[in-house]
């Protein structure tokens, strides 16, 4: 089964850090964490952990 996802929550969390922060490395650093954990739980909606969040 593919994994899907990585990509809109990478966006999300990118977006959401920089309109917060404006700081695009930080932007960044962040999506790749959140994409990267997307990928790694099965389902269509995984379950955020509290740092997330």
Avoid: H, W
Avoid at 23 to 30: N, W, Y
């Amino acid at each position: 089964m593919g994994r899907v996802g990585a990509g809109d929550a990478f966006c999300a969390a990118f977006l959401n850090t920089y309109l917060s922060t404006k700081d695009p490395r930080k932007s960044a650093r962040i999506g790749n964490l959140v994409g990267g954990f997307v990928v790694s739980e099965s389902g269509a909606i995984p379950i955020y952990p509290e740092q997330f969040r």
